[in-house]
């Protein structure tokens, strides 16, 4: 794989939607700044909210670029900060990630040079101390965050390996898997072709990759991010009831949904799965005796946590319908394990 030097390092842009994450945003933007890429290399952009905390004395600390996003959602902000970005590859993460290695951006630009059929670079979620063992349990074990997603998700397949790269793929006939977020890396010019600095939502510009013939994406073997979704079981509640109000008001602008597109289960099957024993301690216990890990168990009360904050931001969005700022207004407090601290 290509050894990149300050003479011949492609420029990468790193995104982040921001609102009030004082609290986690040095232990990511930190993360960034120990990669072994060339540091004038890459960008960091930020689009933020219009915090009211620390955020953007934090992100000026570590030379950020923070451009003030008054779009409804993170979606928006992602399309504003797209706009400005000046990088050849395109890198995602939310304030809620600690990229894992210092290598990810060397490895994943490296990767997708010597790959060009490849859509992008998807980022493994390894636990951290960090976290406590419930997040642990939806960004490792379930890798997608939410019992309901991870249910009707298609498994992909391995493809190939070529040393710390893998390539991967879904099955035939079907796109239902959410790419795109969390550490993913882009190229700018697929990026570009996707028209994504105008419809930008992080699952859609892959899933019209796909579409478009690149059904392939990489992996970087055990490196990715660790992604600090929430602590708690009360917390994800609150965050599925966000993202479930971030879904609705996404579907009124567009149609194109990877859960459209013949997933595993459908949508009703996975909501009622989640609220029976049977189906929920299955799968807990069957993780448990393949991985010997006993965070499996928090599966038992995640699932119907996960239709109680669905059902809840369903209501919540027909209610407070007419605002326009619901999205943020209803974004629940992330800290680390530890309080906060590196």
């Given at each position: 794989m290509?050894?990149?030097?300050?003479?011949?390092?492609?420029?990468?842009?790193?995104?982040?939607?921001?609102?009030?994450?004082?609290?986690?945003?040095?232990?990511?933007?930190?993360?960034?700044?120990?990669?072994?890429?060339?540091?004038?290399?890459?960008?960091?952009?930020?689009?933020?909210?219009?915090?009211?905390?620390?955020?953007?004395?934090?992100?000026?600390?570590?030379?950020?670029?923070v451009l003030d996003d008054d779009g409804k959602n993170m979606e928006e902000g992602k399309r504003l900060a797209l706009r400005h970005s000046q990088g050849d590859y395109i890198l995602f993460v939310d304030a809620d990630n600690e990229i894992t290695h210092p290598d990810y951006i060397e490895l994943a630009v490296g990767a997708l040079d010597a790959n060009p059929q490849a859509l992008g670079v998807e980022g493994y979620y390894p636990p951290s101390q960090k976290m406590?063992?419930?997040?642990?349990?939806?960004?490792?074990?379930?890798?997608?965050?939410?019992?309901?997603?991870?249910?009707?998700?298609?498994?992909?397949?391995?493809?190939?390996?070529?040393?710390?790269?893998?390539?991967?793929?879904?099955?035939?006939?079907?796109?239902?898997?959410?790419?795109?977020?969390?550490?993913?890396?882009?190229?700018?010019?697929?990026?570009?072709?996707?028209?994504?600095?105008?419809?930008?939502?992080d699952t859609h510009v892959a899933l019209h990759l796909m579409r478009a013939g690149k059904r392939e994406w990489l992996r970087i073997s055990g490196r990715g991010v660790h992604h600090y979704y929430?602590?708690?079981?009360?917390?994800?509640?609150?965050?599925?009831?966000?993202?479930?109000?971030?879904?609705?008001?996404?579907?009124q602008e567009t149609r194109t949904h990877w859960m459209r597109e013949k997933p595993a289960v459908p949508l009703w099957l996975a909501g009622l799965y989640c609220v029976t024993v049977v189906g929920p301690?299955?799968?807990?216990?069957?993780g448990l005796a393949r991985d010997r890990d006993w965070r499996w168990l928090w599966h038992l009360p995640a699932c119907p946590a996960s239709v109680v904050g669905d059902a809840w931001g369903v209501w919540t969005c027909k209610i407070r319908r007419n605002d326009p700022k619901l999205v943020a207004a209803l974004k629940p407090e992330q800290r680390l394990k530890d309080g906060g601290s590196n």
């Amino acid at each position: 794989m290509k050894s990149f030097t300050q003479n011949n390092a492609p420029r990468v842009s790193v995104i982040l939607p921001t609102l009030n994450v004082a609290s986690l945003l040095d232990n990511c933007l930190a993360s960034i700044a120990r990669q072994t890429y060339p540091r004038d290399r890459i960008q960091i952009i930020l689009a933020d909210a219009h915090s009211t905390d620390a955020t953007r004395d934090i992100a000026k600390k570590y030379g950020a670029v923070v451009l003030d996003d008054d779009g409804k959602n993170m979606e928006e902000g992602k399309r504003l900060a797209l706009r400005h970005s000046q990088g050849d590859y395109i890198l995602f993460v939310d304030a809620d990630n600690e990229i894992t290695h210092p290598d990810y951006i060397e490895l994943a630009v490296g990767a997708l040079d010597a790959n060009p059929q490849a859509l992008g670079v998807e980022g493994y979620y390894p636990p951290s101390q960090k976290m406590s063992s419930f997040c642990a349990y939806l960004t490792h074990l379930l890798h997608i965050s939410d019992p309901i997603a991870w249910l009707m998700s298609a498994n992909p397949r391995l493809v190939g390996r070529d040393g710390l790269v893998e390539r991967w793929t879904l099955p035939r006939g079907t796109y239902a898997y959410p790419l795109g977020a969390n550490g993913f890396v882009f190229r700018r010019a697929d990026l570009e072709f996707a028209r994504a600095a105008d419809h930008f939502q992080d699952t859609h510009v892959a899933l019209h990759l796909m579409r478009a013939g690149k059904r392939e994406w990489l992996r970087i073997s055990g490196r990715g991010v660790h992604h600090y979704y929430v602590q708690t079981l009360c917390g994800f509640v609150q965050k599925r009831r966000r993202a479930t109000v971030h879904f609705l008001r996404v579907r009124q602008e567009t149609r194109t949904h990877w859960m459209r597109e013949k997933p595993a289960v459908p949508l009703w099957l996975a909501g009622l799965y989640c609220v029976t024993v049977v189906g929920p301690l299955f799968h807990a216990f069957r993780g448990l005796a393949r991985d010997r890990d006993w965070r499996w168990l928090w599966h038992l009360p995640a699932c119907p946590a996960s239709v109680v904050g669905d059902a809840w931001g369903v209501w919540t969005c027909k209610i407070r319908r007419n605002d326009p700022k619901l999205v943020a207004a209803l974004k629940p407090e992330q800290r680390l394990k530890d309080g906060g601290s590196n």
